[in-house]
């Protein structure tokens, strides 16, 4: 039961206090002289010279002890100073501090020739949707008047992304945004309309298709001559 309550005690104890009570202990009981035992200059010699050799080692362990604690100490100041200058965005949020410097800009992915020709379409586009179309009036008649499809034809609305040599106006993906950033704002039904026919509707013979099926299908999508289909199936959507 002693024994029980000694350990559990030595548990709550830091270890450098257990080991300075050991050697304490282990200092004193060598150094205790025997009651039986004489007590000589040959004896008080040795017990001096143990003494010493257990005083130097406790001092050593001491030291020891304390440079760790000294050098986790300091690591701990080390992290906490790296964590009150973090340029992390994230992090300054936390702390209820906002750096907009922090975050990236967005990355500039046109070169100034693909800003130019972008530059170029952003007005015509504008100025057809305001002048030439009705949202209001397409909505009423539940489609989309012909000759608006015919003036979207006319600006390569069909044709966005398909290349160059097969007739269409071969922009990138962030052209392509702004394009239809200018569309969705005057139209969602047309940007429907032309973003399905481009996306779902021929974008697997843009990226899969043979050269002789390119040859064949783009030039007449992208002019808007066909507009593209594709079959669909919801086998689960009657459970929505």
Same mark, same amino acid.
């Given at each position: 039961?002693?024994?029980?309550?000694?350990?559990? @005690?030595?548990?709550?104890?830091?270890?450098?206090?257990?080991?300075?009570?050991?050697?304490?202990?282990?200092?004193?009981?060598?150094? @205790?002289?025997?009651?039986?035992?004489?007590?000589?200059?040959?004896?008080?010699?040795?017990?001096?010279?143990?003494?010493?050799?257990?005083?130097?080692?406790?001092?050593?362990?001491?030291?020891?002890?304390?440079?760790?604690? #000294?050098?986790?100490?300091?690591?701990?100041?080390?992290?906490?100073?790296?964590?009150?200058?973090?340029?992390?965005?994230?992090?300054?949020?936390?702390?209820?501090?906002?750096?907009?410097?922090?975050?990236?800009?967005?990355?500039?992915?046109?070169?100034?020739?693909?800003?130019?020709?972008?530059?170029?379409?952003?007005?015509?586009?504008?100025?057809?949707?305001?002048?030439?179309?009705?949202?209001?009036?397409?909505?009423?008649?539940?489609?989309?008047?012909?000759?608006?499809?015919?003036?979207?034809?006319?600006?390569?609305?069909?044709?966005?992304?398909?290349?160059?040599?097969?007739?269409?106006?071969?922009?990138?993906?962030?052209?392509? @945004?702004?394009?239809?950033?200018?569309?969705?704002?005057?139209?969602?039904?047309?940007?429907?309309?032309?973003?399905?026919?481009? #996306?779902?509707?021929?974008?697997?013979?843009?990226?899969?298709?043979?050269?002789?099926?390119?040859?064949?299908?783009?030039?007449?999508?992208?002019?808007?001559?066909?507009?593209?289909?594709?079959?669909?199936?919801?086998?689960?959507?009657?459970?929505?």
């Amino acid at each position: 039961m002693t024994s029980s309550l000694v350990n559990n @005690a030595y548990r709550r104890v830091p270890s450098y206090v257990i080991l300075f009570h050991r050697l304490i202990i282990h200092r004193n009981t060598a150094t @205790a002289p025997l009651a039986s035992s004489p007590v000589t200059p040959e004896s008080l010699k040795s017990q001096q010279k143990s003494q010493s050799k257990e005083n130097k080692e406790f001092e050593k362990s001491k030291t020891v002890r304390l440079t760790t604690i #000294s050098s986790s100490k300091d690591q701990v100041i080390q992290t906490d100073e790296q964590a009150r200058t973090s340029n992390s965005f994230v992090m300054n949020l936390f702390r209820g501090q906002f750096y907009p410097h922090e975050v990236f800009p967005y990355p500039n992915v046109l070169n100034e020739e693909q800003k130019d020709n972008i530059k170029m379409l952003i007005d015509p586009i504008w100025k057809f949707f305001e002048e030439k179309n009705d949202p209001v009036k397409n909505d009423q008649l539940e489609k989309i008047p012909d000759e608006v499809m015919k003036g979207l034809k006319e600006q390569g609305a069909f044709g966005i992304q398909v290349p160059v040599e097969y007739g269409g106006l071969g922009l990138t993906n962030t052209q392509a @945004a702004r394009l239809f950033e200018i569309v969705s704002a005057h139209d969602l039904s047309i940007s429907i309309c032309t973003g399905a026919h481009q #996306s779902i509707g021929f974008k697997g013979i843009l990226l899969f298709g043979t050269d002789a099926q390119k040859r064949k299908y783009l030039p007449k999508l992208a002019a808007g001559e066909h507009i593209s289909a594709f079959a669909l199936t919801e086998p689960t959507g009657k459970k929505l």
